[in-house]
Structures are given as structure tokens and as C-alpha cells.
């Protein structure tokens, strides 16, 4: 049988215990499951930055449409594969490609998490970045499905606005965290898990006809 080294309490010295099992470090498969999951992203971004972080984006906008579908678009309609495609490759070809860049150039002309650089950095991106990224969503979805220029004023005049000010609320506080805390290389990683829930907002947002948002005004 098995030997295993056994303290006796009575004595203080090791003796002989063939009787019990070996010892075996317990571990929790999914702990080491993520853990190398964690690794490998890691990796991934080491070796492949920029399209590691569009397929994150990928992923971050897809799983947000998927949401905004089942659980807050009320019309009835079945789900549309086309319209999270469509959310999907914004985020791969756009959000994560255009973040890796500008959230760079921010970090190396502001380097450093002091108060005052971090606070710079939100309002940069808030008052900038925010209604840029705004017409750049709105002008995507625009041309893939096939609107019109004038279809597209028409959508930036109705939601524009709704969408830098709505993100507020979400991105300032998100990003106070992310630029004080998140290493620079899992910026993206970080956005997009705060995205998840916002993009449900901006698929609803991005989804509603332009007309809808003027007869609430």
C-alpha cells in the first residue's frame, strides 16, 4: 500500500501511516480552466495586439445585440441573424481597430494615472472620442444596410445626441476606473465587458428608425 508521511500530534515526530492515502493538492478545474484562458488571451495580445482586440470587440458587440433582442426589443419580430452580423463586424472592423489605436496615441502623449492626467484623458475622450465613435456607428450601419445620405443626417439629427449623452452616465465613471487602473494592453478587454451592457442600449439605439426618435420630440 501507499506510505505517506504522518505528524503524530501526541509526539512531534513523522511516523508511518500505510493506512491512509497519499496527499493530493486539491484544485477547482474551473479556476485552472480560466486561468489558462487568461494566459492564452494575454499571449494574444502580446503577439497579435490588434486583432486580438477586434475579435474582443467582435464578441463585446455581438453578445450585446443578442441581448438587446431577447430580452429588450418588444415588437414581436424573430430574432435577426443579419442585425447582430451586422453589430458584430462594426465591432471587428471599427470599435476595436480604431480603440487599439486611439486609446494608444492617448497613453503615450499622457502616460501615467495621476488625478489629473486621468480626469484629461475621460474628458478627451467623453467630449471627442464620444461623438466621433457616435458617427462612425450611425455611418456604418447606414451603409451596410444600404440607406441613404440623407438617411444618414436624418439618424445623426435624431440620435446622435441621445447617444454622447446617454453614454455619460456609463463611461465616465467606467473610464475614471480604466484609466487609473487598467493596464494599457487590456483596455479593450475591459471596455468591452462594460460594452456588453451598453451595447444593448446602442443596438436598440442603432436599430430604431429615425422618425421614432423625432415624434418623441
Given at each position: 500500500?501507499?506510505?505517506?508521511?504522518?505528524?503524530a500530534?501526541?509526539?512531534?515526530?513523522?511516523?508511518?501511516?500505510?493506512?491512509?492515502?497519499?496527499?493530493?493538492?486539491?484544485?477547482d478545474?474551473?479556476?485552472?480552466?480560466?486561468?489558462?484562458?487568461w494566459?492564452?488571451?494575454?499571449?494574444?495580445?502580446?503577439?497579435?495586439p490588434?486583432?486580438?482586440?477586434a475579435?474582443?470587440?467582435?464578441c463585446?458587440?455581438?453578445?450585446?445585440d443578442?441581448?438587446?433582442?431577447k430580452?429588450?426589443?418588444?415588437?414581436?419580430?424573430?430574432?435577426?441573424?443579419?442585425?447582430?452580423?451586422?453589430?458584430?463586424?462594426?465591432?471587428f472592423?471599427?470599435?476595436?481597430?480604431?480603440?487599439?489605436?486611439?486609446?494608444?496615441f492617448l497613453?503615450?502623449?499622457m502616460?501615467?494615472?495621476?488625478?489629473?492626467?486621468?480626469?484629461?484623458?475621460?474628458?478627451?475622450?467623453?467630449?471627442?472620442?464620444?461623438?466621433?465613435?457616435?458617427c462612425?456607428?450611425?455611418?456604418?450601419?447606414?451603409?451596410?444596410?444600404?440607406?441613404t445620405w440623407?438617411?444618414?443626417?436624418?439618424?445623426?439629427?435624431?440620435?446622435?445626441?441621445?447617444?454622447?449623452?446617454?453614454s455619460?452616465?456609463v463611461w465616465?465613471?467606467?473610464h475614471t476606473?480604466?484609466?487609473a487602473?487598467?493596464?494599457p494592453?487590456q483596455?479593450?478587454?475591459?471596455?468591452?465587458?462594460?460594452?456588453?451592457?451598453?451595447?444593448?442600449?446602442?443596438s436598440?439605439?442603432?436599430n430604431?428608425k429615425?422618425?421614432?426618435g423625432?415624434?418623441?420630440?
Open positions: 500500500s501507499t506510505i505517506t508521511f504522518q505528524r500530534a501526541h509526539n512531534h515526530h513523522l511516523v508511518l501511516s500505510p493506512s491512509i492515502p497519499p496527499f493530493v493538492v486539491p484544485f478545474k474551473k479556476k485552472l480552466t480560466m486561468s489558462a484562458i494566459a492564452r488571451y494575454n499571449q494574444m495580445l502580446d503577439a497579435q490588434l486583432l486580438t482586440k475579435l474582443t470587440s467582435l463585446g458587440f455581438s453578445i450585446g443578442v441581448l438587446a433582442q430580452f429588450i426589443n418588444d415588437d414581436g419580430k424573430p430574432y435577426d441573424v443579419m442585425r447582430t452580423i451586422r453589430l458584430g463586424s462594426f465591432g472592423l471599427l470599435h476595436g481597430t480604431t480603440g487599439h489605436y486611439f486609446y494608444g497613453d503615450s502623449k502616460p501615467g494615472t495621476k488625478p489629473v492626467t486621468v480626469a484629461t484623458k475621460v474628458a478627451i475622450d467623453q467630449t471627442i472620442w464620444n461623438p466621433i465613435f457616435g462612425m456607428f450611425f455611418g456604418y450601419l447606414n451603409v451596410v444596410e444600404g440607406k440623407n438617411d444618414y443626417t436624418t439618424k445623426i439629427k435624431a440620435d446622435l445626441k441621445t447617444a454622447v449623452m446617454g455619460w452616465a465616465v465613471p467606467a476606473i480604466n484609466f487602473f487598467i493596464p494592453s483596455r479593450l478587454l475591459y471596455i468591452n465587458s462594460i460594452q456588453i451592457g451598453y451595447n444593448v442600449f446602442l436598440f439605439l442603432g430604431k429615425a422618425d421614432e423625432e415624434k418623441e420630440l
